[in-house]
């Protein structure tokens, strides 16, 4: 893959060379030793490069520096597309044209004339109040029918518009209960009381069950998965908040367990797609086709450098790999990705063999070593992704809700919260408005 001549190739050592009689240990520290020496020579090297350059003007990892990185001047990219909002046509028209002087009564042309575009909405609205009338016929026959408006709610006192546009305001604005009837109020002038907002989430919720478990259904078909779970409080106990994501659908569900159970209830027992994860060991004990979070271990491993010196080599070894990793690609043969993954097991046994003594690095240690069949998955699947930022940034809108709600107060809110983030999720990664895909279930 084009790394023969990579650092990481400079790292590798295979214990069992020609090393005379020198011990595994001495070996080890002599690595060590040159890991470090080099280190020391690099940074050197970029003094060397530019002596004069005072520190706060080098350039940060961190910082997007056009000049120091490609040359360029600081500014906007050649190509880059601005985010200029497309010229919008006039529904409406104002024409002002006082053409009398107020000083001596004239009537005058204009000179000029100016002229504006903008954009505006209408004041707020009061909620119509609509009365339905339909007729019920019994024909002699036998047949019977009402002719219900499709538009007439089945239950409740709002229309599918309002009930829509609450159940927005709570989910995807993510807005408290009492910022939802005050949102209310002031656009459409209608008090609403706590309970009448959850009468009309709960009603909804149970409208878009149908569409949940349809959703449910083609996870379960996808063949790779995102899947995250964090904590989440319903009643004062801790639950769990999962997620699962494919390319085009969300889905979350709110549950007592955190183990292999879960996995079973909404994937079924026979999942056959690959799953892209952290190191929970439920996922290990039900399928073996996963993808660790390379996202989650070099995190990890940046954080032991930034304590300990002699974990800086380490961490710059795990960033070679997942170099690899990422380069992986359908383009190359079976053949070749299987000696590339070969490769890359070996070399990261080397790693774990050469800090399994440092009592200090231990945890990550043992993290990588326990996910060590599942690191280089996608060497063999490079269709899939290498890490788990998909899931956890789908996640993030959640936790955020979470905040803002703080503890469910039962199985139902904690349902209805579940049904409506799935929904309203999956609609936006499909570029579907949420107003109206809502409105069309309920």
Known sequence: MGRENSKSDTLRIGLSSNYGDKSRDEILNELIDKIIEIEKLKKKLRRYENPHTPPSKEVRKNRCNFVSITGLAVGKRTGYKGATRKKTTPTDFI???????????????????????????????PVKIVEA?????????????????AEVPNKGLFGKNLQAQITLLRFDDRLPLRKTISAIERQYKTTLSSKAVYDVTKRVADKATPE?????RK?????????????????GKTYWLWI?????NVFFVIHKKRNKSVLDEILGHNYAGIIICDG????????????????????????????????????????????????????????????????????????????????????????????????????????????NNNGERSLREMVVMK?????????????????????ISTWRLNGQNPFYSLRAII
């Open 133 to 149: 009338k339909w007729g019920v016929y019994a024909c002699v026959c036998g047949h019977s029918w009402e002719s219900k408006p």
């Open 280 to 387: 929970l060991s439920a996922y290990k004990e039900y399928t073996k086709y996963l993808q660790r979070c390379w996202a989650h271990i070099l995190r990890e491993t940046k954080e032991m450098a930034e304590k300990h010196e002699d974990a800086k080599p380490m961490h710059q070894w795990m960033k070679d790999l997942f170099a690899i990793v990422k380069s992986a690609s359908v383009k190359d043969s079976p053949d070749k990705r299987q000696i590339l993954y070969n490769k890359c097991i070996l070399e990261m046994k080397q790693l774990i063999l050469m800090y399994s003594s440092y009592n200090h690095l231990a945890t990550v240690i043992t993290t990588i070593k326990n996910g060590l069949d599942f690191w280089f998955t996608r060497i063999i699947h490079p269709q899939i992704e290498p890490t």
């Open 244 to 248: 699962f994501r494919s390319l085009k």
């Open 403 to 423: 905040r803002i709600m703080g503890t469910l107060r039962n199985q139902d809110g904690a349902d209805v919260l579940a049904k409506m983030m799935t929904l």
């Open 95 to 125: 024409n002002c044209f006082d053409n009398v002087c107020s000083q001596c009564g004239k009537h005058n042309e204009p000179q000029k004339i100016k002229e504006k575009i903008y954009e505006e909405i209408p004041d707020p609205q």
């Open 219 to 235: 996870i379960r078909r996808t063949t790779n998965l995102h899947i995250d779970e964090t904590k989440i409080k319903v009643q």
């Open 212 to 216: 949940y478990e349809n959703i449910k």
